[in-house]
């Protein structure tokens, strides 16, 4: 059907529907009558059930069409409506409307609000007349097990809805598509791709607004959804164009938040008026496992995010088995960690005890990311970066992935390895050890006196080496080069996992501890 077709379509059935809510009060419609189990009898409901109306996402089941008949509702474009305190919210999947109503024991009266007029399909535009129809004529209502019938004043069905369980946003976090433009309409654009919220256990809400960090608090009664006084950093950001503006049309929906549902992946927060302001959808957390991170900024404690000359040696990889580990500066750290939705927490953290003075800040740099990576309470993963936040929703450390060579892509060479006294060491055998991986599971290089092979296996981040035999021969230069040798060869097999960032190639064992580290070169 092409646009002009639709277009007139939809005029049509809005024109119908105006009709129809104006006139039905003299000339119902005929309608299907229903089963004896939906009529309304005296004394079938008692005061629970007259109660338990309220504070429920309804789903729509069916409705009254224009001749009486009664039609499934459209398994793709789910309608639903949610009462409570005396107003109502509607959604039939192509526009919003808003109302109030009053409950007498088994009596509804419901007064049709506000509405978006959006252009629908036609399927939708016909479901959309049946729910409205139903809603501006509903006398009386029933509720079993767990569905909610609407029946005219003659006791005729209208529609049926069925009760959804009730969303639980606690630990969550999402990403915005599309925003109340203050128009009239949704909106999405770059900046919204960049917007995340995050529901904290604590009653606390915090996010990145598109330019600015926001927190505060936040309350959940049933469908209703009220936000707290926001506090935001006070950036500004030149791009992506009109980030500013979208921010700010952002965080006011926000704060005028009302409602809210949940129906398939889509988080939808309303107005007071029954108006949609936001639409989410599940952020990305999958990823926090299968990426080696690498620090791009990291809060100072004096109110902003730094970079520094340490920040990027500064790495984070996330094992499966709930293990972190990585470098934080100077010396390398491991610990534990738990995720639950969008919460995280870190450690303790154990971390080796080397001193070191180049780059300048190095050691007091390690010192705030470790305090920090402590400190994490969430987490979001948006636009290929993990930000990590605390208990109150300032951000504390923002990651990016370390980009890779690849295990295959060049040979390495040995720059320092793990001397079993707490320490990485480099000597004059060091520069001759090699490594060179094999697309065939094969690896292959120079010990320091002895050639070697053996074969290797990854996944994702794992590895495993050996068992690698080598050739035989006694050295005695340069001094201490068996020793080295025999060092490499034990750590070589006993690595775990990897890393590849910034030209280097650094094998860890299970513990997370750092056990070789080379960089490209014969």
Same mark, same amino acid.
């Given at each position: 059907?092409?646009?002009?077709?639709?277009?007139?379509?939809?005029?049509? $059935?809005?024109?119908?529907?105006?009709?129809?809510?104006?006139?039905?009060?003299?000339?119902?419609?005929?309608?299907?009558?229903? +089963?004896?189990?939906?009529?309304?009898?005296?004394?079938?409901?008692?005061?629970?059930?007259?109660?338990?109306?309220?504070?429920?996402?309804?789903?729509?089941?069916?409705?009254?069409?224009?001749?009486?008949?009664?039609?499934? $509702?459209?398994?793709?474009?789910?309608? *639903?409506?949610?009462?409570?305190?005396?107003?109502?919210?509607?959604?039939?999947?192509?526009?919003?409307?808003?109302?109030?109503?009053?409950?007498?024991?088994?009596?509804?009266?419901?007064?049709?609000?506000?509405?978006?007029?959006?252009?629908?399909?036609?399927?939708?535009?016909?479901?959309?007349?049946?729910?409205?129809?139903?809603?501006?004529?509903?006398?009386?209502?029933?509720?079993?097990?767990?569905?909610?019938?609407?029946?005219?004043? +003659?006791?005729?069905?209208?529609?049926?809805?069925?009760?959804?369980?009730?969303?639980?946003?606690?630990?969550?976090?999402?990403?915005?598509?599309?925003?109340?433009?203050?128009?009239?309409?949704?909106?999405?654009?770059?900046?919204?791709?960049?917007?995340?919220?995050?529901?904290?256990?604590?009653?606390?809400?915090?996010?990145?607004?598109?330019?600015?960090?926001?927190?505060?608090?936040?309350?959940? +009664?049933?469908?209703?959804?009220?936000?707290?006084?926001?506090?935001?950093?006070?950036?500004?950001?030149?791009?992506?164009?009109?980030?500013?503006?979208?921010?700010?049309?952002?965080?006011?929906?926000?704060?005028?938040?009302?409602?809210?549902?949940?129906?398939?992946?889509?988080?939808?927060?309303?107005?007071?008026?029954?108006?949609?302001?936001?639409?989410?959808?599940?952020?990305?957390?999958?990823?926090?496992?299968?990426?080696?991170?690498?620090?791009?900024?990291?809060?100072?404690?004096?109110?902003? /995010?730094?970079?520094?000359?340490?920040?990027?040696?500064?790495?984070?990889?996330?094992?499966?088995? #709930?293990?972190?580990?990585?470098?934080?500066?100077?010396?390398?750290?491991?610990?534990?960690?738990?995720?639950?939705?969008?919460?995280?927490?870190? #450690?303790?953290?154990?971390?080796?005890? /080397?001193?070191?003075?180049?780059?300048?800040?190095?050691?007091?740099?390690?010192?705030?990311?470790?305090?920090?990576?402590?400190?994490?309470?969430?987490? *979001?993963?948006?636009?290929?970066?993990?930000?990590?936040? +605390?208990?109150?929703?300032?951000?504390?450390?923002?990651?990016?992935?370390?980009?890779? *060579?690849?295990?295959?892509?060049?040979?390495?060479?040995?720059?320092?390895?793990?001397?079993?006294?707490?320490? /990485?060491?480099?000597?004059?055998?060091?520069?001759?050890?090699? $490594?060179?991986?094999?697309?065939?599971?094969?690896? *292959?290089?120079?010990?320091?006196?002895?050639?070697?092979?053996?074969?290797?296996?990854?996944?994702?981040?794992?590895?495993?080496?050996?068992?690698?035999?080598?050739?035989?021969?006694?050295?005695?230069?340069?001094?201490?080069?068996?020793?080295?040798?025999?060092?490499?060869?034990?750590?070589?097999?006993?690595?775990?996992?990897?890393?590849?960032?910034?030209?280097?190639?650094?094998?860890?064992?299970?513990?997370?501890?750092?056990?070789?580290?080379?960089?490209?070169?014969?």
């Amino acid at each position: 059907m092409n646009k002009k077709n639709l277009t007139q379509l939809t005029l049509l $059935a809005l024109t119908a529907l105006a009709v129809i809510i104006a006139v039905a009060a003299c000339a119902p419609p005929p309608m299907e009558m229903p +089963d004896e189990n939906a009529q309304n009898e005296s004394g079938s409901q008692n005061a629970a059930d007259m109660t338990a109306i309220e504070g429920i996402l309804w789903q729509l089941g069916s409705y009254a069409d224009v001749d009486g008949k009664t039609q499934p $509702a459209l398994a793709d474009a789910p309608a *639903t409506l949610i009462l409570q305190h005396g107003q109502f919210v509607g959604d039939t999947h192509c526009n919003s409307v808003a109302g109030e109503y009053t409950l007498e024991g088994d009596k509804i009266t419901m007064q049709l609000g506000p509405s978006t007029l959006r252009a629908c399909e036609p399927d939708i535009a016909s479901q959309e007349s049946g729910m409205m129809f139903g809603l501006s004529h509903a006398a009386s209502y029933q509720i079993e097990n767990g569905k909610l019938t609407l029946l005219d004043a +003659d006791g005729h069905v209208l529609l049926t809805f069925i009760k959804q369980p009730a969303p639980d946003l606690t630990g969550s976090t999402w990403q915005l598509i599309s925003f109340n433009d203050g128009k009239g309409g949704m909106e999405s654009n770059l900046t919204a791709e960049n917007i995340t919220i995050t529901f904290g256990e604590d009653g606390q809400v915090s996010g990145n607004a598109g330019c600015n960090d926001f927190s505060g608090s936040y309350q959940i +009664d049933g469908n209703r959804l009220t936000f707290g006084e926001l506090a935001t950093t006070r950036k500004m950001c030149a791009k992506p164009e009109g980030v500013m503006e979208t921010e700010q049309a952002f965080l006011k929906n926000l704060s005028d938040a009302a409602t809210f549902e949940v129906v398939g992946d889509a988080l939808t927060l309303y107005g007071q008026d029954g108006g949609k302001l936001l639409v989410f959808q599940p952020a990305e957390t999958s990823s926090l496992t299968g990426t080696p991170w690498r620090l791009q900024s990291f809060n100072n404690g004096k109110g902003g /995010m730094a970079t520094t000359l340490s920040t990027s040696k500064i790495t984070a990889i996330f094992s499966e088995d #709930g293990r972190i580990a990585g470098n934080a500066g100077c010396n390398n750290y491991s610990g534990g960690y738990q995720v639950d939705g969008g919460s995280i927490a870190i #450690g303790p953290l154990a971390a080796t005890e /080397m001193y070191c003075q180049d780059p300048p800040d190095v050691m007091e740099t390690e010192q705030t990311f470790l305090k920090n990576l402590g400190n994490a309470a969430s987490f *979001t993963i948006a636009n290929d970066e993990l930000t990590l936040f +605390d208990s109150e929703g300032a951000k504390l450390l923002v990651f990016v992935p370390a980009q890779s *060579t690849g295990l295959t892509d060049a040979p390495w060479r040995l720059q320092s390895f793990n001397n079993g006294k707490g320490g /990485m060491e480099s000597n004059l055998a060091t520069g001759a050890i090699t $490594a060179v991986f094999g697309e065939d599971g094969v690896v *292959t290089g120079f010990a320091g006196c002895n050639d070697y092979h053996g074969e290797y296996q990854t996944d994702g981040d794992k590895i495993t080496v050996g068992p690698l035999a080598a050739t035989r021969k006694m050295c005695a230069e340069p001094e201490g080069v068996m020793e080295t040798e025999q060092t490499f060869l034990q750590n070589f097999q006993n690595a775990a996992s990897f890393s590849i960032e910034n030209e280097r190639l650094t094998l860890f064992d299970a513990d997370g501890n750092k056990l070789l580290v080379f960089e490209p070169g014969q």
